[in-house]
């Protein structure tokens, strides 16, 4: 595999999650007892998605951020998931091959670790009202989809992005959150040409009153 299609892996990591990844800045839901503390978390999680929409100066703050929260609370599966997931954002801040892929797998083996960490505890909400267990496995989907086929994460990130929309917790999850998710569904569908698929996930972003349901809307046409 050569090296340029490597290092576009993340511009095709961007354009495939960043929208879901925006719409969560809209939880303001504090968490419970042992969470990172919400402000810090807001601050990190604003750097995250201002670098994931292309603005290269707040990669390192959104990694150095996330890493600091995570030495905080180690256990924490939510932060090491975004730490790893601003990891992986570095492979943008650099023209050597070598060190993207090194950002790159470095990040994902922090989501894969973020994964592992789940127990039943993580049901709870532990940032902004959103079941970690939840939270944990779409940041991972939104990754693992996002990278090109030679780093074989598709199947898993479309397995993970299954499981939180199969889940019992998904019906009470906050929903900025929900509605995220399912324009990430819907985003899938259409890559994979399952317009159906695709137009179902717009319309419960619709009929749901998401806040993305303008985009969903907007969707629907490009489709029809």
Do not use: C
Not at 46 to 63: E, T, Y
Not at 104 to 115: P, S, T, V
Not at 117 to 146: C, K, S, W, Y
């Amino acid at each position: 595999m050569n090296h340029p299609s490597r290092s576009q892996f993340l511009r095709r990591a961007v354009v495939a999650g960043v929208m879901a990844l925006s719409a969560l800045a809209s939880l303001v839901a504090a968490g419970p007892a042992g969470a990172a503390a919400d402000a810090p978390f807001q601050s990190a999680f604003q750097s995250f998605v201002q670098a994931s929409a292309g603005d290269k100066s707040a990669i390192d703050a959104a990694a150095d951020q996330f890493e600091t929260l995570l030495k905080a609370e180690p256990t924490n599966p939510v932060l090491m998931a975004y730490a790893g997931a601003s990891t992986a954002l570095k492979a943008r801040s650099t023209s050597m091959p070598w060190k993207k892929m090194s950002f790159a797998e470095d990040g994902l083996a922090q989501i894969d670790k973020a994964l592992a960490m789940l127990t039943p505890a993580h049901d709870a909400p532990i940032q902004r009202g959103t079941p970690g267990v939840l939270e944990v496995r779409f940041v991972a989907a939104n990754t693992f989809l996002g990278v090109p086929p030679f780093m074989n994460r598709a199947e898993r990130g479309a397995k993970l992005l299954g499981d939180v929309l199969a889940s019992p917790l998904f019906e009470r999850a906050p929903l900025p959150f929900k509605g995220a998710v399912w324009m990430r569904a819907a985003a899938l569908a259409e890559k994979d040409q399952r317009k159906d698929d695709a137009r179902r996930w717009f319309n419960e972003v619709i009929q749901h009153a998401a806040p993305q349901a303008d985009a969903a809307r907007a969707k629907l046409k490009e489709i029809a």
